[in-house]
């Protein structure tokens, strides 16, 4: 499993680090989930997820408030010392000096945030649950078509990076080129997003590396994008039947996900970014509930039913 810093943590949450002494970079977390240690502040440490961020919000530091000074560092002690990652106050609750001592002293990072409990605890499960999910590099691009992300693929030089030019000209968005890391946060979703080293560029045969960013601007590219629907292109083979209605969805897998998959065969003449269009716009309409080959279908069944 991926691990995250908590420096990253820190950044991306915008939290105020308590314990600059520390180094953050070198502590890692490798659970998506959060903890609240309720529990543990009473004294019950079975089954105590100490992996995960520990984030005391209002309840636990009322019920620590109660306790006399004494008590309360001798529960905080139990909890930071037993190996935790870190430890993060809710609404702008600061903690006490001994609390920090003991941070600083059993190694333990204490942050603090803004937010509120049940909205921080939210957004670290969200973002984590993108940054350690299960990964893998493929060879293709993705662009944001009409808000479905479309992800083409085929052998090197077939025309994938044309066809994204042409999307981005036409007022879609480049996720990635040649390289795509497919990330699965869900049984449902897989997240798609380029490398850092290669982010915003496209290689064009002939031409070489731009960058679609400074040429296009800010809203000709996006950083990350849900992967709906997947483009195969390959050169046109006479021998082989190609599907011409669509009644049936085919599908590919990645990271145990199906995703929607069309296979499109490549002719000199073929308008492929109108053709990715067309299937991301076809793609949202079976989603609302349209097909249009079972329409059809349907129109000659009737037809079919017609007393002659």
Same mark, same amino acid.
């Given at each position: 499993?991926?691990?995250? /810093?908590?420096?990253?943590?820190?950044?991306?949450?915008?939290?105020?680090?308590?314990?600059?002494?520390? #180094?953050?970079?070198?502590?890692?977390?490798?659970?998506?989930?959060?903890?609240?240690?309720?529990?543990?502040?009473?004294?019950?440490?079975?089954?105590? #997820?100490? #992996?995960?961020?520990?984030?005391? $919000?209002?309840?636990?530091?009322?019920?620590?408030? /109660?306790? /006399?000074?004494?008590?309360?560092?001798?529960?905080?002690?139990?909890?930071?010392?037993?190996?935790?990652?870190?430890?993060?106050?809710?609404?702008?609750?600061?903690?006490?000096?001994?609390?920090?001592?003991?941070?600083?002293?059993?190694?333990?990072?204490?942050?603090?945030? *803004?937010?509120?409990?049940?909205?921080?605890?939210?957004?670290?499960?969200?973002?984590?649950?993108?940054?350690?999910?299960?990964?893998?590099?493929?060879?293709?691009?993705?662009?944001? +078509?009409?808000?479905?992300?479309?992800?083409?693929? $085929?052998?090197?030089?077939?025309?994938?990076?044309?066809?994204?030019?042409?999307?981005?000209?036409? !007022?879609?968005?480049?996720?990635?080129?040649? +390289?795509?890391? &497919?990330?699965?946060?869900?049984?449902?979703?897989?997240?798609?997003?380029?490398?850092?080293?290669?982010?915003?560029?496209?290689?064009?045969?002939?031409?070489?590396?731009?960058?679609?960013?400074?040429?296009? !601007?800010?809203?000709?590219?996006? *950083?990350?994008? !849900?992967?709906?629907?997947?483009?195969?292109?390959?050169?046109?083979?006479?021998?082989?039947?190609?599907?011409?209605? $669509?009644?049936?969805?085919?599908?590919?897998?990645?990271?145990?996900?199906?995703?929607?998959?069309?296979?499109?065969?490549?002719?000199?003449?073929?308008?492929?970014?109108? &053709? +990715?269009?067309?299937?991301?716009?076809?793609?949202?309409?079976?989603?609302? $509930?349209?097909?249009?080959?079972?329409?059809?279908?349907?129109?000659?069944?009737?037809?079919?039913?017609?007393?002659?």
């Amino acid at each position: 499993m991926y691990g995250v /810093t908590i420096t990253e943590l820190i950044d991306k949450l915008g939290l105020k680090n308590m314990t600059p002494e520390l #180094d953050t970079d070198s502590i890692m977390l490798v659970h998506p989930d959060v903890n609240r240690p309720a529990l543990q502040l009473t004294g019950f440490f079975d089954h105590f #997820d100490q #992996d995960r961020v520990q984030i005391i $919000g209002y309840v636990e530091h009322a019920f620590l408030e /109660t306790l /006399t000074p004494e008590r309360r560092r001798e529960v905080y002690e139990k909890l930071i010392a037993s190996k935790i990652p870190c430890l993060l106050y809710s609404r702008g609750m600061t903690p006490g000096e001994s609390v920090l001592e003991l941070c600083s002293y059993y190694g333990v990072p204490c942050m603090v945030s *803004d937010k509120k409990t049940s909205d921080l605890m939210a957004e670290v499960i969200r973002w984590l649950n993108v940054k350690l999910a299960p990964m893998i590099s493929i060879h293709g691009v993705l662009v944001d +078509v009409f808000g479905e992300g479309v992800l083409i693929m $085929g052998e090197s030089g077939i025309g994938k990076s044309e066809a994204a030019l042409e999307l981005i000209k036409r !007022g879609h968005r480049l996720v990635s080129d040649d +390289v795509v890391e &497919i990330r699965r946060v869900s049984d449902e979703t897989l997240i798609g997003s380029a490398p850092d080293i290669t982010r915003h560029f496209i290689e064009l045969r002939g031409i070489g590396i731009i960058d679609v960013k400074t040429l296009f !601007g800010v809203e000709s590219v996006k *950083d990350t994008q !849900g992967i709906d629907i997947v483009i195969k292109l390959e050169e046109w083979d006479r021998e082989k039947e190609y599907d011409r209605l $669509g009644m049936e969805d085919q599908y590919t897998e990645f990271l145990g996900n199906k995703v929607v998959c069309h296979s499109i065969p490549i002719r000199p003449g073929r308008n492929l970014a109108i &053709i +990715v269009e067309s299937a991301a716009i076809n793609y949202r309409q079976k989603q609302m $509930g349209y097909n249009a080959a079972k329409e059809l279908y349907n129109r000659v069944q009737a037809n079919l039913a017609k007393p002659k």
